[in-house]
């Protein structure tokens, strides 16, 4: 309002600051920025908005105040890597990663049950069971390059065990595309 001479142009002005702020996918994520565990949001939301490929992103946030008992340095390791292994499976044809972060326990207290609940699924073809399996074993991995591969997932595995929590994998089909699913409760 301090730069502009009239009302009519006032109006103009804000509404296209209006559509361009709803436009800007990077916005998509900004319930990230009302959970209560703001080193967690700050790292999501760092990594959403500047992924290594072009990516299309759904978020959806379950509960705003996150309890957890695990460490939180534990847990971006966890989480940074599958979301880092969901960016690198999507290609042109499967780019779809979604994010559902949520927890359990009461909301006004913390308790020894309190669980950070956690999904990442990325768009892929299907995976055979057989295979699925293999994932979480050290050493393995399904990237053609080669070099140090294969400890993610058995790390990211190792660090929920650890809290007692749960890490799973599946083919999900949603909308009649097949997702990799990652469910993990830590």
């Known amino acids: 309002h301090l730069t502009v001479d009239n009302y009519d142009e006032l109006v103009r002005t804000q509404s ?32 959403l908005v500047s992924p290594t490929k072009d990516v299309d992103f759904t978020v959806e946030i379950g509960a705003n105040r996150i309890m957890t008992n695990a460490m939180e340095k534990d847990i971006v390791e966890v989480l940074g890597t599958l979301i880092d292994n969901a960016i690198d499976a999507c290609d042109a044809e499967n780019d779809k990663i979604k994010l559902f972060l949520s927890s359990t ?45 294969g400890y993610g997932l058995y790390n990211a595995r190792r660090i929920v065990k650890e809290y007692k929590g749960e890490i799973t994998l599946e083919n999900r089909t949603m909308d009649g595309r097949n997702y990799i699913c990652f469910h993990i409760e830590i």
């Not at 702020?21 to 916005?27: A, Y």
């Not at 956690?118 to 069971?129: K, Q």
């Open 16 to 47: 296209d600051y209006i559509l361009s702020v709803t436009d800007d996918k990077r916005n998509s994520y900004l319930p990230l920025l009302r959970i209560s565990d703001k080193i967690l949001a700050g790292f999501l939301y760092t990594k």
């Open 105 to 149: 326990g009461s909301d006004t207290k913390d308790t020894v049950d309190d669980r950070l609940i956690f999904e990442i699924m990325n768009e892929h073809p299907p995976v055979p069971l057989k295979e699925l399996t293999r994932f979480f074993e050290r050493g393995y991995s399904t990237k053609s390059s080669k070099g140090n591969r």
